[in-house]
């Protein structure tokens, strides 16, 4: 085990909010089995309050997750250093394979955990609460996968050791490598470049004329086009998105651009991806949502903001990807 | 939005009336993220400080070891280095430690060689090694009352006493470096610590290109058995793994007091006085939901967290770097007689502020979280006629 002040803080911090969770999950199964919205008994009150209780904790066990995984992904980074061979993130994952399905889980974690904030804030909105079943249902979900994480995190990080000599980047994201990843990196540029920009642009028209016309059927749209546009967005960050940021035509790394020497620009456009994404599928879910529950007429307004933001984040992450393919003298002409 | 600006309004409004009882919980509060906000500092600062001092060390060292201890290196060992391709300039060093009886400190020893003036330029007097002269650091001038002319006698291996003229002294811009460094003259070192010609305490070794090091390394290794390349990444990494251990170390005996401070802020978010438990009633008489009083209730928190976190890592950062540090250094710095002085650089990044949100406010307000919940479901009839 390394003792380094990010991993006792990432550490420390998913032991409390485990915690937390693990109280809130016992509140949920009892509203769960109990909730009755007609019954004006004493108990049916006492559940009433106990969701401002489990929304709350849910928000600030939701919350932390978001702000977990770029710790969880800056810590990662800034360990490289203690491995001989590792000059970024991967090589610090690579020196605890279980390092990937963190970084897996946590992804998903915030997906949900997005969509379950999005779910509750309609929810408190709407009189009757009438998801609040799915709602505490879908928490039973997330309290074990928060569970695995906590225990893959942990199993990570002690397991740990400085001096092991792992792959780098340059070994992992390279043409010639064998795996998922190299395949990736060997995507050709040229196709993926309209495939990229293709898929982008139809995502935010799909968007436009959903917030022009009151359709459900592109709002659902929305929501498989976001998942996607996630997942091409990062096959094309690998492929070629990568290269423009550090111009040189063979490094396919993509936590690289996190570092300092990039000027982190790396943040923001996997946060601006990352969002974009959340809204996307927050909005094609809720419009599932609305099939299901008849009482959730309300919900077309902050579908419509949550639209709004999508687009936003979307045309930030392109734009910033555009910026050194059209600004740099890097070309990839030759590739 | 301006509602919940106006709950904010209120928030500030209603600790500004409890002023006392919530500035013995900031007091608290600042002093720990004081605590951790200056491990954090420190513990970053010094690594930058290692960083930035080895990187006029050499790429890659070669010593020699005999039974798993460090031994002095036959001169002829650099043919062998010098066949392999990709190598530059090879540099035989000599080196070593002298305890000095009179001041009780030890000395780095070091034999002239070719481009160490260029390496360490800053000084005062010259850097004119002849025989008989020497060139000292800083510290060693100060335990010895030296000055440029003095002399500094040398207790040599064979018993002998022999006298060096201070020809310059390092200034302190180059302390960390040079503190307790002695430069003599490479013939004056041989007869002081009795070394033959034919051998050299290590070898330094340049590479053209800075890829290859690994490689060339490994090369050696084969070529030469019986040595230990050390490459100036392998030091640094050390350095690295050294620094974040302590400051864990020491972050980690600081859970204990994190734990009593949550204790502290579960108390006293939990013990409601009657007339707050008023107020609560009175504003959900008056229409407020369970979710305002709540929000109520996060804001305090907030504005006690951020109050706090500010205060205590403005002091930390103060502390630090303008006060050198003077609580912590003994633990994570180290100790000697002769020891730099030296003025950290100061350095603070977003990830530094982020474990330190992680490790404070977040224990802060999973603790308040239930308590203030319980304060927010209130009923304003059981308490008002009670």
Known sequence: ?335 | MIKHLKILEFALSSLWRRKFKNLGLIVVFSLIIFTLSSIVFLTYSFKREAVAVLKDAPELIVQRLSAGRHEMMPVEYMKKIKDIPGVGKIVPRLWGYYYDISTGGNYTVMALREGLQDKISLMEGSFVVGSGSCVVGRGVADARFLDIGSIMPLIGADGKVRRFRVAGIFTDESNLLTNDLVIIGEKDFREVFRIPQSIATDIVVQIYNPTEVDNIARKIKEALPDTRPITRREILRTYDTLFDWRSGMVLTMFLGAILAFVILAWDKATGLSAEERHEIAILKAIGWETSDVMELKFWEGFIISSLSFLTGLIGGYLHIYFFGASIFSPALKGWSVIFPEFRLVPYINIYQIAVLLFFTVIPYMAATIVPSWKAAITDPDVVMRG
């Not at chain 1, 998913?14 to 089995?33: E, F």
Request: glycine share 8%; aromatic share 16%.
């Open chain 1, 1 to 335: 085990m390394i003792l380094h002040p990010g991993i006792i803080a990432l550490l420390v911090g998913s032991l409390i909010v485990l915690a937390l969770l693990l109280y809130g999950s016992v509140l949920a199964v009892v509203i769960l089995r109990r909730w009755d919205i007609k019954s004006s008994s004493e108990f049916q009150l006492g559940l009433e309050r106990k969701t401002y209780l489990v929304s709350t904790i849910m928000s600030f066990v939701l919350g932390f997750e978001v702000l977990a995984i770029f710790l969880f992904i800056y810590t990662v980074d800034d360990l490289h250093r203690q491995f001989v061979g590792a000059m970024c993130a991967t090589g610090s994952l690579n020196a605890n394979p279980v390092g990937w399905y963190v970084l897996y889980v946590k992804m998903l974690l915030f997906f949900i955990s997005s969509l379950w904030i999005g779910i509750n804030y309609v929810d408190q909105r709407t009189e009757g609460f009438p998801l609040v079943r799915f709602k505490y249902g879908m928490l039973l979900l997330v309290a074990p996968l928060v569970l695995v994480d906590v225990y893959l995190q942990s199993r990570y990080f002690l397991g740990l050791t400085p001096d092991i000599i792992t792959s780098c980047c340059g070994a992992l994201f390279s043409k010639e490598g064998g795996g998922l990843s190299s395949s990736l990196s060997s995507l050709p540029v040229r196709p993926m470049r309209y495939i990229f920009f293709t898929v982008l642009g139809l995502y935010v028209l799909a968007g436009l004329i959903s917030l022009k016309r009151q359709k459900g059927i592109f709002r659902g749209l929305m929501g498989i086009f976001s998942v996607i546009v996630f997942l091409i967005s990062l096959a094309s960050i690998i492929s070629f998105v990568s290269l423009y940021f550090y111009e040189i035509p063979t490094h396919h790394c993509p936590f690289d651009i996190l570092q300092g020497y990039y000027n982190y620009i790396g943040y923001p456009l996997y946060g601006a991806l990352f969002s974009g994404t959340a809204f996307g599928l927050l909005t094609g879910f809720t419009e599932i949502l609305k099939k299901l529950f008849p009482s959730l007429e309300k919900i077309n307004r902050y579908q419509r903001k949550w639209t709004i933001l999508s687009i936003l984040f979307m045309v930030i992450f392109t734009l910033i990807s555009l910026y050194p393919m059209l600004f740099s003298s890097f070309t990839l002409e030759g590739y």
